[in-house]
């Protein structure tokens, strides 16, 4: 199974950009994981924040193709613990999902053609972190999914 990290804008911080890279090069023993970053856009401040959600969904929308799993990480979408996570995780590949690709939007969340198009949604709190942090985060727990999966030590309950 691919998985794809889709984001609107880069990492800016370097201390973010060390950490997501640690776990990036730990998450090459358990999957394929790509990257995609779209450039944020410019010249925001003519658009409404319907316009510039409607904008970046074109954009996103041009990065997927018609079989891709497509997952959403939104406030609204389903609140999983570490382990939860994992069998879900677990349950995809079991089904033969190719390629889950997770979303992380910009500034003012999503445009309605994304959650149309989403076959998921995913919360990874219910508290608003920044978009930037939010990459860090899901790494992490992409990687202890994983080592869920595998019955490895990372994760104690």
């Given at each position: 199974m691919k998985i794809v990290f889709l984001t609107v804008g880069k990492t800016e911080d370097a201390y973010l950009k060390e950490g997501i890279d640690k776990y990036i090069k730990r998450l090459k023993h358990y999957a394929r994981l790509e990257f995609?970053?779209?450039?944020?856009?410019?010249?925001?401040?003519?658009?409404?924040?319907?316009?510039?959600?409607?904008?970046?969904?074109?954009?996103?929308?041009k990065k997927l193709s018609p079989l891709d799993y497509v997952i959403l990480l939104d406030e609204k979408g389903t609140e999983f613990s570490s382990k939860q996570f994992a069998a879900y995780l677990d349950k995809k590949a079991i089904s033969s999902t190719s390629t889950m690709i997770?979303?992380?939007?910009?500034?003012?969340?999503?445009?309605?053609?994304?959650?149309?198009?989403?076959?998921?949604?995913?919360s990874l709190s219910r508290m608003t972190f920044s978009h930037q942090m939010i990459r860090l985060l899901f790494v992490?727990?992409?990687?202890?999914?994983?080592?869920?999966?595998?019955?490895e030590p990372y994760h104690h309950e």
């Open positions: 995609v970053e779209i450039n944020e856009l410019k010249n925001t401040k003519a658009l409404t924040p319907e316009q510039q959600k409607a904008k970046e969904a074109e954009l996103i929308l997770f979303i992380v939007g910009g500034p003012y969340g999503f445009d309605d053609t994304l959650y149309t198009r989403a076959n998921d949604k995913l992490e727990q992409l990687y202890r999914a994983f080592t869920i999966i595998k019955g």
